[in-house]
Nanobody
Framework: DVQLQASGGGLVQAGGSLRLSCRTSGFTFDDYAISWFRQAPGKGREAVSCISSTGAITYYLNSVKGRFTISRDNAKNTAYLQMNSLKPEDTADYYC???????????????????WGRGTLVTVSS
């Protein structure tokens, strides 16, 4: 069975940090780009970050550039999202997803993702 398990969410004060993990199994991890999406209450899902299969190419939503860092460890079949200087507007459910090869600066498209994990809730208090 394919599994993507996102974890690491929680309640943090503004300015704080969290590290999300996306542990995967059941598919060839290093064949896929990994993306993080988020969905805030009452809003649509947006792409936050993406990392190519080798880690050479990354994408960040403008509002998180300089604060969030995506990484992956292909030996552990796990991807990470380090989130620093968190803001209340970062509050959302965060999802990791495995998708097709990523070569560009364009945001990943949720409809093109092949596998999805369950969300992990990030709440940033002011």
């Amino acid at each position: 069975d394919v599994q993507l398990q996102a974890s690491g969410g929680g309640l943090v004060q503004a300015g704080g940090s969290l590290r999300l993990s996306c542990r995967t199994s059941g598919f060839t991890f290093d064949d896929y780009a990994i993306s993080w999406f988020r969905q805030a209450p009452g809003k649509g899902r947006e792409a936050v970050s993406c990392i190519s299969s080798t880690g050479a190419i990354t994408y960040y939503l403008n509002s998180v550039k300089g604060r969030f860092t995506i990484s992956r460890d292909n030996a552990k079949n796990t991807a990470y999202l380090q989130m620093n200087s968190l803001k209340p507007e970062d509050t959302a459910d965060y999802y990791c997803a495995a998708g097709p090869p990523y070569y560009s600066d364009d945001p990943p498209v949720s409809g093109e993702m092949v596998y999805w994990g369950r969300g992990t809730l990030v709440t940033v208090s002011s």
